[in-house]
């Protein structure tokens, strides 16, 4: 038996499924996880000493690459003046400070430990700000795993929500309604009939939890015309986006804003953080100043910090993201010069350091789409990329993810190992 095989064995017994985090075990790709040693630049080395190069860069925030000696001196620095305080520090208003002249639509912020705190917080915001229950989320986006938010649609358009998860009370359910991604005319009509009971709109402006699929600027501008029409607010959840698409996340791509904006993944180098924030007078609705609770004992953490500003320096240096979306796109273009060559269906589409691919003459627009790709090639094709040292995300559902330490020697290893992968998949 491998040492991964071992150690998988054993986490079964006393981790559920073997892992804290569903993805991570291979179900949808099947074959043994991969138990992770230590990663550095590009690449992530595993128990039986196994180098991979990485795609997944802890599903988003390792954006200046595993390890980076500027982030990792950063942390020893401040856990040498202790891990937690549970009182202000100098260094979270620079974070702060940071976030609000990076994010155009953001002018307050608070910070928090994981994106799903964020998002939970910021429909409790959204909800004690308008007075409204009703929230609207588009099917296959993902803001984390709290209840009002684990929802899939109900029998019809503007019908209630039902729960995607045991354990999700109907009655919270309902609350949230579910619709098409990128389908103006449903939209409309929600806003039509039931405009006054939306307290927000929420989002993944380009989604990364169904593939990678970019939103209609079309749809986004009306988005935010409904919103600011029917005083419901339009919350842009930037997890995956932020810092990652561009500088100041996929605002600055569309050039449009939120009233609130939900962020983590690279804000916090690879350690627990995220924030929320966005327009002042709704932020000031937050306990202390107001009304809507919201609290955590590790909130800010200067460790977390520490690790999120040293990476915010790095990735505001000129020419950083022109660097990392030039990557981004000579992997892509190999891609589908690779797959071409060996006459496979294959599209991919990309934004910054974040990209997607699917076995398919087209590119999804939406759920559907997405789930009617082709997953047993996808199948194949992630065995025997992952056979080859390149370790892509081990489901059709995510997004891949470039970072700057991906120079041009790691995309070619990765394009050559594509050209055996397709010819593998093409005899097959
Ligand atoms: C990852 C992600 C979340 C959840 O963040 P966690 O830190 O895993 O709780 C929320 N929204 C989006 C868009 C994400 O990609």
Known sequence: MTRNAQLFERAQRVIPGGVNSPVRAFRQVGGTPRFIDRAEGAYMIDAEGTRFIDYIGSWGPMIAGHAHPEVTEAVQR?????????APTADEIDMAEAICQLMPAVEMVRLVSSGTEAGMSAIRLARGYTGRDAIVKFEGCYHGHADSLLVKAGSGLLTFGNPSSAGVPADLARHTLVLEFNNIPQIEALFATRGHEIACVMVEPIAGNMNFIRGDAA?????????????????????????????????????????????????GGGMPLAAFGGRRDVMERLSPLGAVYQAGTLSGNPVAVAAGMAQL?????????AQLSAAT?????GLEAAAGRHGVR??????GGMFGFYFSDALPRNYPDVARADVETFKRFFHAMLDRGVYLAPSMYEAGFVSAAHGPDVIAATLEAADAAFAQLAKA
């Open 78 to 86: 401040a856990a040498t003046r202790s891990l937690s305080f549970g």
């Open 219 to 267: 749809w986004h501008r009306r988005l935010r015309e409904l919103c600011t029409e029917h005083g419901a607010l339009l919350v842009w959840d930037e997890v995956m986006t932020g810092f990652r698409v561009a500088l100041g996340g996929a605002q600055q791509v569309y050039g449009i804003r939120p009233d609130l904006v939900v962020m983590g993944k690279v804000i």
């Open 313 to 321: 320096r790095i990735i505001q240096r000129p020419g950083f993201y």
């Open 329 to 333: 796109g000579q992997l892509m273009r």
């Open 346 to 351: 294959f599209k991919t589409d990309s934004e």
